[in-house]
């Protein structure tokens, strides 16, 4: 079995600030540093260091060889990354000092997928597999598509929002993660409630509230309460929670447990500062004992 992710690769630009920028502000940052990142980068080596196997499709540019190289030691299979003739995507990522972010994504190679290049890498998938995608690439109406033909589970992780890429694939899916914001998105403009939605597992992230999770097949609303910890910055906690999450449900565990694991990661995740290159790994959520 294995996890094929359509993802984002990109360099994340972090800027420690006093505080997120107010519109027409100029502020100083206290620290600066690039680490690899990307939603679809962030779950990709959740998914390996959660012990699945982690599939990437995606694409950088000359400039991005480095982020292929460290996901590689991270695990991750990168066959499928294209190099392109257009920049690597990057993310400028303000840090306020309570661990609250604001992130400008310059999507760069991520837009520059074709058709072709997801088809080239799913002819080896079978419906054991799990087919993962976000909303920071180009080809995910094509790429779900050709894993509902395959019979491959779908999860979409529907972030950065946009209830249209949304409404396109949601026929498609077998699982859809967001957070409260995005849900209260989808439910406003396709209007009825999250139970109506045509995807059996719905699964929204509430941050320090924990999780909900909707079966739409059982008619259930089930409710995680959150593990308590204190932030320092909560910069791809919900990518690991959806890696996590995704990679335990490959390996054959029940939702309920790919929760918990999820919520643990995720955690774990929020007392670190960075994202693709901090993601904890299952000896780190062994260690820590989280309940």
Known sequence: ????????????????????????????????????????????????????????????????RWAVERMMEYGVDTRFVLELDVPTGHAVIMVDDHGENAILIYPGANRALTETHV???????????TFLFQNETSA??????LASATGMRIVYAAAPFDPKAVEAVLPLLDILVMNAVEAQQLTDALGGTLADLPVRDVIVTLGGDG?????????????????????????????????????????????????????????????????????????????????
């Open 1 to 64: 079995m294995a996890v094929f992710n359509l993802g984002s690769i990109n360099a994340d630009l972090f800027y420690r600030v006093p505080h997120l920028l107010a519109p027409g502000e100029t502020l100083a940052s206290t620290e600066h540093s690039r680490g690899l990142g990307g939603k679809g980068t962030n779950m990709s080596v959740a998914i390996a260091r959660a012990a699945a196997r982690a599939v990437h499709i995606g694409a950088v540019g000359a400039d991005g």
């Open 119 to 129: 088809a080239s890498a799913l002819e080896s998938a079978t419906e054991a597999d």
């Open 140 to 145: 995910q109406v094509e790429g779900a598509t």
């Open 211 to 291: 999780c909900r999770w909707i079966n739409t097949d059982q008619g259930t609303d089930q409710s995680f309460p959150a593990i308590p910890v204190t932030p320092v910055d909560t910069t791809g906690a919900g990518d690991t929670f959806t890696g996590f999450l995704v990679a335990a449900l490959d390996r054959g565990m029940p939702m309920e447990q790919a929760i918990l694991l999820g919520q643990q990661a995720g955690a774990i995740m929020v007392t670190r500062h960075g994202t693709a290159d901090v993601i904890p790994d299952l000896k780190d959520i062994e260690d820590a004992r989280l309940s």
